[in-house]
């Protein structure tokens, strides 16, 4: 039972344009939420988070939007640069187990130069 | 650097052999948090623990898994007579507190099981 799911297994920008990196979840309990970057051979790196509470974050280029009525989060790069390919994870957590991230099976974005 | 780490990086085990993987977590936190991911897929939840505490293992296999984090030194996963289903990236991570408190992840072991 996939709790979160990214649909996309790869998406391809073009350097300076937006990258979308979607996800969806099914559990109604999970109340925060979390994007991270992953380099091959390395571990997740921590971008950004929102709770719900919140429809929108930013931090510099990035910004996560939680729509809660769909159960669907975005996250947006604005705008994107060839260091930004990776693999993208979004996770979530709530209910009893705030500490327990449920991840979705990650994004590869590609941004050509 | 303070970041979490985990040694070692890469980790080469015949199939009955144990693996210990371990884990210092970041300076000035104390919860610790394992998950594994295998290929192809994204990371799985396996243990949450604090100092000398497991507090949930929810996520271990029931048998040949283990873990600890004691009042000194690193936290320890360890996986007694490893077979080739084990192999995978292991990740650690940590954190100041629990609930809406991020979780910081080390670079991982890729334990690899002949």
């Known amino acids: 039972d996939q709790q979160v799911k990214q649909n996309s297994p790869s998406l391809s920008v073009q350097e300076g344009r937006i990258s979308i990196l979607n996800c969806d979840y099914t559990n109604s309990m999970f109340d925060y939420f979390l994007w991270y970057k992953k380099y091959p051979a390395e571990g997740p790196t921590f971008l950004i988070s929102?709770?719900?509470?919140?429809d929108k974050n930013e931090d510099g280029r990035f910004t996560v939007f939680l729509n809660k009525s769909a159960k669907h989060l975005s996250l947006h790069i604005v705008p994107s640069q060839p260091g930004d390919s990776a693999v993208y994870f979004c996770?979530?957590?709530?209910?009893?187990?705030?500490?327990?991230?449920?991840f979705g099976t990650g994004t590869r974005l590609k941004v050509l130069a | 650097n303070a970041g979490v780490m985990q040694n070692p990086r890469h980790l080469v085990r015949r199939r009955g052999q144990e693996a210990r993987l371990r884990c210092s977590p970041m300076k000035g936190h104390s919860h610790v948090y394992w998950y594994r991911q295998l290929p192809e897929e994204g990371l799985k939840f396996m243990v949450y623990?604090?100092?000398?505490?497991?507090?949930?293992e929810s996520g271990m296999p029931k048998e040949r898994f283990s873990a600890e984090f004691p009042k000194e030194g690193p936290s320890i996963l360890r996986i007694q007579q490893v077979v080739r289903g084990d192999s995978a990236a292991y990740f650690c991570?940590?954190?100041?507190?629990?609930?809406?408190?991020?979780?910081?992840f080390g670079p991982g072991t890729r334990l690899l099981v002949l």
């Open positions: 929102i709770s719900s509470i919140k």
């Open positions: 991570a940590s954190s100041p507190g629990q609930g809406r408190e991020t979780q910081y």
């Open positions: 623990l604090q100092k000398e505490n497991i507090i949930d």
């Open positions: 996770a979530a957590a709530g209910g009893s187990g705030t500490y327990k991230y449920i």
